[in-house]
């Protein structure tokens, strides 16, 4: 199946830095990644959908302005929590589809963010 | 809004007997998707259900979509410690984006 790869897979930050997180599909094109937020024992949250050379779609609540997005290539979409704060920490995946988006979805490896 | 909703959230069996997941969501879907997850990892494609009824088996998964497009299932039959995880339903309400179920943590007793 399709590849897609998340980096870092853990990281602990300050809390008032910035955390960049990198999603890529490695053996298909995907002009959309969404992401995806989960807490503990509990399901997955789409926070926005990063569409290539445009603006994301950031769902109902996520603020846009603490959550960038950044989808420049067809296989690189970035998620940058900004000013991260303790109640920022959760696990935050990435997905992409190999071909129409409402198809299997491959799903990166995930990271764990904790901001101390 | 367009909700998906899982049952049991829990479920705990002696390895070999069997399981059942849930799945309901507010409003017709266009498709649904079945994911595992293991504990630590990600979740990780089983199917996608598109027709009204439609029945698919993988081994010892099945897997059902209901006839209103609304509901789902998934059954394995007799259970075996490799299938310890979260199973979430996943529908697709057209809007080309999923709504995942709140899911079902399915544990064995060996």
């Known amino acids: 199946g399709a590849v897609v790869s998340q980096h870092p897979s853990w990281v602990i930050c300050k809390s008032g830095t910035s955390v960049k997180i990198e999603c890529r599909s490695l053996?298909?094109?995907?002009?959309?990644m969404f992401w995806y937020r989960q807490f503990p024992k509990q399901s997955l949250m789409l926070m926005a959908t990063?569409?290539?050379?445009?603006?994301?779609?950031?769902e109902q609540g996520v603020e846009k302005d603490k959550f960038l997005i950044n989808h420049a290539s067809l296989t690189l979409s970035t998620l940058t929590v900004t000013s991260a704060h303790p109640e920022d920490s959760s696990f935050y995946i990435c997905?992409?589809?190999?071909?129409?988006?409402?198809?299997?979805?491959?799903f990166g490896q995930g990271t764990r963010l904790t901001v101390v | 809004g367009q909700q998906v909703m899982q049952i049991p959230q829990y479920q705990h069996v002696q390895e070999g007997e069997d399981f059942t997941t849930y799945c309901n969501s507010s409003?017709?879907?266009?498709?649904i998707q079945w994911y595992k997850q293991r504990p630590g990892g990600h979740p990780v494609f089983l199917i996608q259900?598109?027709?009204?009824?439609e029945v698919k088996k993988q081994k010892r998964l099945t897997f059902q979509f209901g006839e209103a497009k609304k509901n789902s299932s998934l059954h394995i039959t007799a259970t075996q410690t490799t299938d310890v995880g979260t199973y979430f339903c996943?529908?697709?309400?057209?809007?080309?984006?999923?709504?995942f179920g709140t899911g079902t943590r399915l544990t064995i007793i060996p």
């Open positions: 053996d298909f094109q995907a002009t959309t």
């Open positions: 259900l598109v027709k009204s009824g």
């Open positions: 997905s992409a589809s190999p071909g129409r988006v409402s198809t299997e979805a491959f």
């Open positions: 409003t017709t879907l266009s498709n």
């Open positions: 996943a529908g697709d309400f057209g809007n080309e984006k999923l709504t």
């Open positions: 990063s569409n290539e050379g445009s603006k994301a779609t950031y």
